[in-house]
């Protein structure tokens, strides 16, 4: 569960559908033995959206290591979109990422001060594996329903087509 979380936010928070989008791809944050933990660290634009997002993996209490992060914007120190460590990479979650970092008007931000924030996501039980699917193929029905007929993106379509989504996930404007 996230900390911090505020429950009546649902499955429309940036919270909620970054915790899915980790929690379906938690097999590939691991490198040597899995995380215990996994930490969401993101900052907000002064547009109140988000412009980068690192995610850290523990294995072992008190050391993090960077496994990606994600940036809107390219600088001199960074290109725009997902960065991977040496040791991880996931198709799966950077897909999602994707979806969720250019449909951002589609989740709610609740919190007044979103320069920067840290989450910490404990390693997912069935129970909460599955309500990710449920939250997820959720938000990419939203993503789709805001979209103009024929005007999918291909992070969307991308993210459609993982594994965890598939299934429930049956929209025939992306076909």
Avoid at 115 to 141: F, H, K, N, Y
Wanted: aromatic fraction near 8%; proline fraction near 7%; glycine fraction near 6%.
């Amino acid at each position: 569960m996230l900390s911090g979380k505020d429950p009546q936010a649902g499955t429309n928070s940036i919270d909620r559908i970054l915790e899915s989008a980790v929690y379906l791809n938690w097999k590939d944050f691991t490198s040597d033995s899995p995380p215990n933990a996994v930490r969401l660290e993101y900052r907000a634009a002064p547009t109140r959206s988000l412009k980068c997002l690192k995610l850290w993996s523990c294995v072992s209490r008190g050391h993090w290591r960077l496994v990606c992060e994600y940036w809107m914007e390219p600088d001199p120190t960074h290109q725009q979109g997902i960065m991977f460590t040496k040791t991880y990479s996931s198709p799966g979650f950077t897909r999602m990422l994707d979806a969720i970092m250019q449909h951002q008007e589609v989740f709610s931000m609740a919190r007044g001060d979103l320069r920067g924030w840290v989450v910490q996501i404990g390693s997912p039980d069935e129970a909460q594996c599955a309500a990710a699917r449920r939250d997820m193929t959720e938000a990419l029905e939203r993503i789709t329903s805001r979209s103009s007929a024929g005007t999918v993106s291909i992070p969307m379509r991308l993210a459609a087509d993982h594994p965890a989504v598939l299934p429930a996930f049956s929209d025939p404007s992306i076909d």
